[in-house]
């Protein structure tokens, strides 16, 4: 991952991210992985399984916007080990951007997805009886566009996802920089 702040000195001294930053990565990866999969569900049917998919769903939306928020911040008050020197400047530049992409999808779908459902006038429940206040009006065609929006960003989230597995990939069989196991632990 690039900086965004300087490293801190755990990062700097391990050459890895810190337990908590590793450890967000991880349990976001988890529950994006696994939101992305159940969105595939909910669209595909009109079972009983669908409304099961969609009480899961929405709270683990919510769980993930509160998760990059807080990573965010220790993001920013982290930092990130620096990248290998000898990475070409257009990969150090395409793994900075994808970065930032992937921060915003992270934030913007949950958004989305809550405006998603304010504008078609549901709740968004987090647990039995506690249900998140709108943060749009109720209207059919902003619940379209959001709907839309929300399918076509979960796309191209899923293509950054694969992209960031692919490079991780690369970086821990290929180039064998200690890239890999800045997030992942182990030995440089």
């Known amino acids: 991952m690039t900086a965004i702040a300087?490293?801190?000195a755990v990062s700097v001294a391990t050459g890895r991210f810190t337990p908590l930053q590793r450890l967000l990565h991880w349990l976001m990866a988890i529950g994006i992985l696994s939101m992305l999969f159940i969105g595939v569900g909910m669209v595909s049917t009109v079972s009983q399984a669908h409304l099961t998919l969609v009480s899961i769903h929405k709270p683990l939306g919510i769980a993930l916007l509160v998760l990059v928020i807080l990573r965010v911040a220790v993001r920013l008050t982290r930092g990130a080990p620096a990248l290998p020197a000898d990475l070409p400047e257009p990969m150090k530049l395409a793994a900075r951007l994808s970065h930032l992409v992937l921060y915003a999808l992270m934030i913007a779908m949950p958004l989305i997805g809550w405006a998603m459902l304010s504008a078609a006038d549901y709740p968004v429940t987090l647990w039995s009886g506690f249900n998140l206040p709108p943060i749009v009006s109720?209207?059919?065609?902003?619940?379209?566009?959001?709907?839309?929006?929300?399918?076509?960003?979960?796309?191209?989230?899923?293509?950054?996802v694969l992209l960031h597995l692919a490079a991780a990939l690369f970086h821990a069989l290929v180039r064998r920089d200690g890239v890999f196991q800045q997030m992942a632990g182990g030995r440089s």
């Open 138 to 160: 109720p209207s059919r065609e902003l619940h379209a566009a959001l709907w839309n929006a929300h399918r076509a960003l979960a796309f191209v989230l899923f293509a950054l």
């Open 6 to 8: 300087e490293p801190n």
